[in-house]
Nanobody, 124 residues
Framework: QVQMVESGGGSVQAGDSLRLSCAAS????????MGWLRQAPGKEREFVAA????????YYADSVRGRFTISRDNAKNTVYLQMNSLKPEDTAVYYC?????????????????WGQGTQVTVSS
């Protein structure tokens, strides 16, 4: 099992920035990818970004590319999501997730382990 704890959510104004953190523990050596997904009220959970532990290859949803940056600190087993130029439509619960397989996860179904989520609210 892999456990993840997110932090860094909050309420901000449009145009502001936030950085989310995700500390992973447990069988982290069994995971290839970490990612961030989000779920807005009344909507399905959607992929935001993913990063490979080894090598650091990154993947982004079109809606956040150029504004969000995913990064990792392997020594701390921590993944970050730097969110700049936030928009009201970025409002959602953000989940950290991990995948133990080698195929790049770009959908919620591609992840095996989940954190509890952290709320991000962006007001106009």
């Amino acid at each position: 099992q892999v456990q993840m704890v997110e932090s860094g959510g909050g309420s901000v104004q449009a145009g502001d920035s936030l950085r989310l953190s995700c500390a992973a523990s447990g069988r982290t050596f069994s995971t290839y990818y970490m990612g961030w997904l989000r779920q807005a009220p009344g909507k399905e959970r959607e992929f935001v970004a993913a990063i490979r532990w080894s090598g650091g290859s990154t993947y982004y949803a079109d809606s956040v590319r150029g504004r969000f940056t995913i990064s990792r600190d392997n020594a701390k087993n921590t993944v970050y999501l730097q969110m700049n130029s936030l928009k009201p439509e970025d409002t959602a619960v953000y989940y950290c997730a991990a995948r133990s397989g080698v195929v790049v996860p770009i959908t919620p179904a591609g992840f095996d382990y989940w954190g509890q989520g952290t709320q991000v609210t962006v007001s106009s």
